[in-house]
Each structure stands twice: as C-alpha cells, then as structure tokens.
C-alpha cells in the first residue's frame, strides 16, 4: 500500500522553464511534507518542506504547494537549471510519530 | 557543518555472511534511521531508533537488526546476507522534538553475491 506517490518517473525541462513535480497521498493524517533532492551517489538533500497549516511554502526558486483537501502536493521550480538534474523525493510524516514515507521519486532532467 | 558518515560506500559480501553496516552523526541528534532504496521503489525504512538502545522496527525489517550504545552511532547488522538484500542503504538522523528535517548520510552500495 503506496501511502504517498509520485506517479511520473521522470520529467524532462529546458534550462530556465518551470519545472512542476507532483505528490499525492492516501493518509489524511500525515500532517509535514518534505522535498529531498538527491544526486547519484549521495545522500538526499533536503530541501524544502510545508506543515500542513499552510498551503505554500516558498524558498528562493523552489515553491511547495499543498493542496489538503486532494492530498496532493507540488514543487515549483523557477527558473530550472542543470544543476537542478537530480532525482526528487517527498516524503510525509504525522506529529507524534518519527516516521517518514518517501514516494519512488521523480528524476528530473533540465536541458541546457 | 551538519555531518552523518557511513562507513563503506561500496560493499561485496558472500550469502550468508554476518554484515555490518555503521553509520555515525556528529550534531547530537537524538532520532537515527536506516533505509534502503530500490529502483522504483523509493526510501523504505528498515529500522529507527529514538534514543540510545531504543529501537523500532520500520516496514521492512526482516533480516535485519541494529544497534545504538551511543548516541552517535547506529549500527545496521544483516544476520546473514542474502542477494535480496543487495540495494543501496542510507543511515539519517534527525534532532527530537518539533524539527522534521532529515540529514542523511552518503550510502552503502552493498552487493550480497
């Protein structure tokens, strides 16, 4: 049972477009959202993340919105950028718990 | 600079072999977990652990075990390896308390042959 998915295994930008990848999930309780970015060969990096008390978040290019009632959230990236090629994680957590459920991930290509 | 290293980046060990897997983090972190990840399959946590010598079993725990007598370091054990359990294995760590963020650790490619 797949709590939280990311349906498009990769997706491919042109440098300085918008980049949009998606999350949806089952569990209405999870309450914290997490975007990791991982290169090949490292550890994810983290890199943003939104409560559920909020429907956006925003950090410099990166902006996740949440949409709680579709159980669904989405990263923006503005503009793209090669350096920006990597595979995509979210992942979602419930207070009280220290667990985490990660989706299968999102490999992003961005084409100069 | 916030800091979790693993031991290996690059394993080969026979089935049936005794694995070790170890992991260390430097920012006083209560909370350390172990997952591994699988083409398709995304991050699946094996085990965490809250506090030292406290544990619980994540999703996939079986042939597993870990191990925490200290804080800072989280010992992931495979009882005897098998090429199932070939994969990539990260170890993070996260403060207790209200911080969400997970800082993870570089990987152990582990290939059980």
């Known amino acids: 049972d797949q709590q939280v998915k990311q349906n498009s295994p990769s997706l491919s930008v042109q440098e300085g477009r918008i980049s949009i990848l998606n999350c949806d999930y089952t569990?209405?309780?999870?309450?914290?959202f997490l975007w990791y970015k991982k290169y090949p060969a490292e550890g994810p990096t983290f890199l943003i993340s939104?409560?559920?008390?909020?429907d956006k978040n925003e950090d410099g290019r990166f902006t996740v919105f949440l949409n709680k009632s579709a159980k669904h959230l989405s990263l923006h990236i503005v503009p793209s950028q090669p350096g920006d090629s990597a595979v995509y994680f979210c992942?979602?957590?419930?207070?009280?718990?220290?667990?985490?459920?990660f989706g299968t991930g999102t490999r992003l290509k961005v084409l100069a | 600079d916030v800091k979790v290293t693993q031991s290996s980046r690059y394993l080969v060990k026979r089935t049936g072999e005794k694995v070790f897997l170890e992991c260390v983090q430097d920012m006083d972190h209560e909370n350390m977990f172990w997952y591994r990840q699988d083409p398709g399959l995304g991050l699946r946590l094996i085990y965490f652990s809250y506090d030292v010598k406290m544990k619980e079993k994540g999703d996939i725990p079986e042939g597993y075990s870990v191990s925490r007598e200290k804080k800072e370091r989280f010992s992931l054990i495979l009882e005897s390896a098998s090429t199932n359990q070939t994969s990539m294995y990260l170890c993070?760590?996260?403060?207790?308390?209200?911080?969400?963020?997970?800082?993870f650790g570089p990987g152990t490619r582990l290939t059980v042959t």
């Open positions: 993070a760590s996260r403060t207790g308390g209200r911080s969400y963020e997970q800082y």
């Open positions: 569990n209405s309780m999870f309450d914290y």
């Open positions: 939104i409560s559920s008390i909020k």
């Open positions: 992942a979602a957590s419930r207070s009280g718990t220290y667990k985490y459920i």
